[in-house]
């Protein structure tokens, strides 16, 4: 049964300022598949970029009438997005939560108007499974794991690693799972977390903590940073204090995104664990099954990889992102 497959053709003129920067990538005339209203994180990494361009290039090939807002990091423009797409009466709303907690009266509300709600990415903290029909994303503690598994092998043998952690945005779940994965991981073991900030993301997030890192404290063996661009920005940061990324402090990321997987080749970057992107196609097929009233698993978990620098000078040359 069709469950919801609304025109939304007279409130979208009433409604169309959101929060933050928004868009519609409807081609004109009359969409021929589900309004779907997308709020995403923002543009703070390279992934987010391969993630955003993944989801628009999905939605125009499924014929899906996307409206896209970027909430720019910020939690109340996603809700403020969220709220105008209950608004809008879209089909179906996606979204990637900044942070884990603080979700569930938007959801009701889109729960109220019979408006399925969709996560990718990151997941919510909630009691209240209801609020959403699945999520669809990778298994961040699992990736936390496979960083602190190759350091483990890699200093083995050694009495002591200290590690400083450039964690992601505070209260986002890549941030908090990627921090467990890696503690279970290192638990017992010789290596240990001396100091950890959030770099929010950001390239200079990183390089800015990283700074800091470097002046606090002078016995840094490895940089486990949540996402590739905060490794980037800690290698200019290592580079200005004249040491050599790679080989006088070792460093971790995950993404593995164009630019990561270049500074991995180089050798400036040692491990870098898989976050996949490309998650529009999914997405966009969830969306017509979730409409069309079909059941879809809770959990939709995406397949990951790791590299090393060999491998990823292999890989390189066929890296979409
Ligand atoms: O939620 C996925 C994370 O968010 C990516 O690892 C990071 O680069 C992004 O900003």
């Given amino acids: 049964m069709l469950r919801r497959w609304t025109a939304a053709v007279a409130a979208v003129t009433l409604f169309g300022t959101l929060a933050a920067c928004g868009s519609d990538d409807s081609a004109g005339g009359e969409p021929d598949g589900l309004t779907m209203g997308f709020a995403q994180v923002g543009a703070e990494s390279g992934w987010r970029t391969a993630n955003t361009k993944s989801v628009r290039e999905a939605a125009q090939r499924a014929g899906v009438e996307l409206k896209f807002s970027d909430a720019q990091q910020k939690q109340e423009n996603q809700i403020k997005a969220i709220r105008s797409y209950v608004q809008q009466r879209v089909d179906v709303i996606a979204f990637s939560p900044v942070v884990e907690t603080g979700w569930d009266t938007v959801l009701l509300e889109a729960q109220r108007a019979d408006i399925p709600v969709i996560l990718t990415d990151r997941a919510i903290d909630s009691e209240d499974d209801s609020l959403y029909e699945t999520f669809l994303g990778s298994d961040f503690v699992a990736e936390g794991r496979k960083a602190g598994e190759w350091l483990l092998q890699e200093t083995e043998g050694e009495d002591s690693v200290a590690v400083v952690e450039l964690e992601g945005t505070t209260g986002a779940a890549p941030a908090i799972d990627r921090h467990t994965g890696f503690t279970e991981a290192i638990a017992g073991s010789g290596v240990e977390i001396i100091a950890s900030q959030t770099g929010d993301f950001t390239r200079s997030g990183g390089k800015q903590v990283m700074e800091a890192f ?100 292999q890989a390189l040359p066929d890296r979409q992102y």
Avoid: S, W
């Fill in 214 to 313: 470097l002046k606090a404290h002078d016995d840094i063996d490895v940089v486990y940073a949540h996402n590739d661009d905060m490794g980037l920005g800690a290698i200019e940061a290592i580079e200005a204090a004249g040491l050599t990324p790679g080989e006088d402090i070792r460093i971790i990321t995950v993404d593995a995104v164009r630019d990561g997987m270049q500074a991995l080749a180089d050798g400036k970057i040692n491990f870098i664990v898989e976050c996949n992107p490309l998650l529009g196609d999914q997405l966009m097929d969830l969306a017509e099954r979730v409409v069309a009233g079909e059941e879809v698993p809770k959990r939709v978990v995406v397949e990951e990889t790791t590299f090393t620098q060999e491998e990823a000078r």
